[in-house]
């Protein structure tokens, strides 16, 4: 099991980043952490700024304001990292004509400290089938799993990966998901992860970042961020009439929903639900369900990105 140092380096620190282009403004003082040992969701809407803020996280694209550090080092030095920081986009830029061997062997001889061997990342990103294909003959999965085969040569201290789950099947991104977790877990590897693919976030996450118009406008530990939110209730029982009549007058109890015969859906806060099914049970309706609904990343996504980011929720925790 992987024991963290003392006092590990922040794999990213980005504080007041601004960036235009022209006279259009897309980073307004965005400030983002990544912590130590966490796998961190990035999530916005298309135009939201997230390509723009990996380019400059990566000194890929000059900015207006603001200090980036990845794991200490500025955008312009991430090469004195030796191997430590990997980026993974997109699409894939693996040269067409050479083999998924060829590619790794390749990547082996540049890498300063490789770890594994091809063999041994061919096996850990399941393409060892693959091994004599060469990488234009691959699905774009396929060619994702190649990339970040080459990229575990070494063994990083930060990962930054775009989209990673594009063009992969349910049980490539079992795969990859599997391999987050257990790089994280046992060898302490932090990863950033910008994807729209919100639920898989949701599985693999420590902390989460929404980007809106330019600003992280939440941020923090994902449990925090759900416990934070309201929860739902859906009540099922033989009287609905009357128990609407009786949750009415719970403290924090607001009714959502009585379109469905038989249902009542209820917004709780952060109110007991047994507080409810006793109120209902002791005058003489029988409950057949109560059923708990805490907000998903989804649920949390859309409701903050269709509210004006000024009227968002403040961020918690890591910025």
């Known amino acids: 099991m992987f024991e963290a140092?003392?006092?590990p380096p922040v794999p990213l620190s980005v504080t007041g980043l601004h960036k235009r282009y022209g006279a259009t403004t897309v980073l307004q003082d965005l400030q983002l952490r990544v912590e130590p040992g966490a796998v961190h969701g990035l999530v916005g809407l298309n135009g939201s700024g997230k390509t723009t803020t990996l380019e400059c996280i990566l000194g890929m694209r000059p900015?207006?304001?603001?200090?980036?550090?990845?794991l200490g080092h500025a955008p312009d030095a991430l090469y004195r990292s030796e191997g430590a920081i990997v980026s993974i986009f997109d699409s894939p830029s693996l040269h067409p004509h050479l083999t998924v061997r060829q590619v790794l062997e390749h990547a082996a001889l540049l890498c300063q400290h490789p770890v594994r061997s091809p063999a041994e990342v061919e096996a850990l990103l399941g393409i060892v089938k693959y091994s004599g294909y060469r990488i234009r003959e691959l699905s774009l999965g396929n060619r994702r799993r190649a990339s970040i085969a080459q990229a575990l040569l070494g063994s990083p201290g930060f990962v930054i990966l775009d989209e990673p789950f594009n063009g992969l099947d349910a049980g490539g991104v079992d795969d990859v998901l599997d391999l987050i977790a257990r790089l994280n877990r046992e060898e302490g590897t932090?990863?950033?992860?910008?994807?729209h693919q919100l639920p898989y976030l949701e599985r693999v996450c420590s902390h989460l970042s929404v980007l809106h118009k330019g600003q992280i406008?939440?941020?923090?530990?994902?449990?925090?961020?759900?416990?934070?939110?309201d929860t739902r209730l859906r009540v099922r029982c033989d009287d609905v009439v009357r128990a609407l009549t009786l949750v009415q007058d719970l403290p924090g109890v607001q009714v959502e929903d009585t379109r469905e015969p038989g249902l009542l859906t209820l917004r709780i806060g952060q109110s007991n639900p047994a507080l409810v099914n006793q109120t209902l049970v002791s005058k003489g309706i029988l409950v057949s369900e109560l059923a708990p609904?805490?907000?998903?990343?989804?649920s949390l996504f859309h409701a903050i990105t269709s509210a004006d980011p000024l009227q968002a929720p403040?961020?918690?925790?890591?910025?």
């Open 5 to 7: 140092p003392a006092n």
């Open 63 to 70: 900015f207006d304001g603001g200090e980036i550090r990845v």
């Open 190 to 195: 932090a990863f950033l992860l910008s994807s």
């Open 217 to 229: 406008v939440l941020s923090g530990a994902v449990t925090e961020l759900f416990n934070a939110g």
């Open 293 to 298: 609904e805490r907000p998903s990343l989804t």
């Open 314 to 319: 403040a961020e918690r925790g890591a910025a």
